[in-house]
């Protein structure tokens, strides 16, 4: 069994800056596709970021281009998102997710954290 948890959510002024981690156990973490998604009140949940297992290729959505950086270290089974520049929109509950694939869709994702809030105030 493979168990996500993530940590590092919290509230924040606009222009400010947070890094969420996840730390994958049961499983090498170097066995999966990673992600980051999130959903605000009253909309679909989105992708936000996803990697590799070796780190490379990396993707973001336009929302969050420049601003966040996704990143992985296999050796710890944590991966991270550093969140700079932070606006209310990027308010939500985001989680961390695994796959077998490097993949931006969630139906890709076979494991999923219990999320954490980031709440981004004006």
């Known amino acids: 069994q493979v168990a996500l948890v993530e940590s590092g959510g919290g509230l924040v002024q606009a222009g400010g800056a947070l890094r969420l981690s996840c730390a994958v156990s049961?499983?090498?973490?170097?066995?999966?596709?990673l992600g980051w998604f999130r959903q605000a009140p009253g909309k679909e949940r989105e992708v936000v970021a996803t990697?590799?297992?070796?780190?490379?290729?990396?993707f973001y959505a336009n929302s969050v281009k420049g601003r966040f950086t996704i990143s992985r270290d296999n050796a710890k089974n944590t991966m991270s998102l550093q969140m700079n520049s932070l606006k209310p929109e990027d308010t939500a509950v985001y989680h961390c997710?695994?796959?077998?694939?490097?993949?931006?869709?969630?139906?890709?994702?076979?494991?999923w954290g219990q999320g954490t809030q980031v709440t981004v105030s004006s």
């Open positions: 997710a695994a796959g077998s694939q490097f993949s931006i869709r969630e139906r890709d994702y076979d494991y």
């Open positions: 049961g499983r090498s973490a170097s066995s999966y596709a």
């Open positions: 990697i590799s297992r070796g780190g490379v290729p990396t």
